[in-house]
T-cell receptor, first 113, second 114 residues
């Protein structure tokens, strides 16, 4: 089955700094790569996603980069704010047209004011 | 647009008891998922429905867990009998289709087995 690894498991940054989280996957057929944010007591929420035909996508302070050859994709958050503090999960799609998302173990991001 | 609704929010039961969780997905979403999230881990898929048919239940412990999605809308997940290791948050999610599309999650049901 799909093997998903996410690093680091915890990340602490000062407000205004940048944060980068990396996700590696094993299924070369994966072609959809989302990042989810989970706040305490809530379900995960999609913050950005990328498909295999593009290498980078930006949405204001958040960006995702994809390297299909190396089978990894990364989440970049610039100008971090305290409200960015949460657990972030990568969840590459696995299994083709009837497949589903396989979640990484998560990265706990703490942004210190 | 209303989100994915789940109930109850919290449940405490003793081991060997049974429990059921309910999920109402976003209107028009054909695909429904149940995930188990143990504290400190990422969500793990238990079962995936496409309309009222099962697409993937390979990780569902079928000796104690069961799920149904009658009429292709609401779904229930049942555990009978519960074990201590079933303590987790049970998340329901739905998506418009299965592939390459956003999954919308409910707030989850936190189950504690004592």
């Amino acid at each position: 089955g799909e093997n998903v690894e996410q690093h680091p498991s915890t990340l602490s940054v000062q407000e205004g700094d940048s944060a980068v989280i990396k996700c590696t996957y094993s299924d070369s057929a994966s072609n959809y790569f989302p990042w989810y944010k989970q706040e305490l007591g809530k379900g995960p929420q999609l913050i950005i996603d990328i498909r295999s035909n593009v290498g980078e996508k930006k949405d204001q302070r958040i960006a995702v980069t994809l390297n299909k050859t190396a089978k990894h994709f990364s989440l970049h958050i610039t100008e971090t704010q305290p409200e960015d503090s949460a657990v972030y999960f990568c969840a590459p799609h696995y299994g083709g047209s009837q497949g589903n998302l396989i979640f990484g173990k998560g990265t706990k991001l703490s942004v210190k004011p | 647009e209303a989100g994915v609704a789940q109930s109850p929010r919290y449940k405490i039961i003793e081991k060997r008891q049974s429990v059921a969780f309910w999920c109402n997905p976003i209107s028009g979403h054909a695909t429904l998922y149940w995930y188990q999230q143990i504290l400190g881990q990422g969500p793990k898929l238990l079962i995936q429905f496409q309309n009222n048919g099962v697409v993937d239940d390979s990780q569902l412990p079928k000796d104690r867990f069961s799920a149904e999605r009658l009429k292709g809308v609401d779904s229930t997940l049942k555990i009978q009998p519960a074990k201590l290791e079933d303590s987790a948050v049970y998340l329901c999610a739905s998506s418009f289709r299965t592939a390459n599309t956003e999954a919308f999650f409910g707030q989850g049901t936190r189950l504690t087995v004592v």
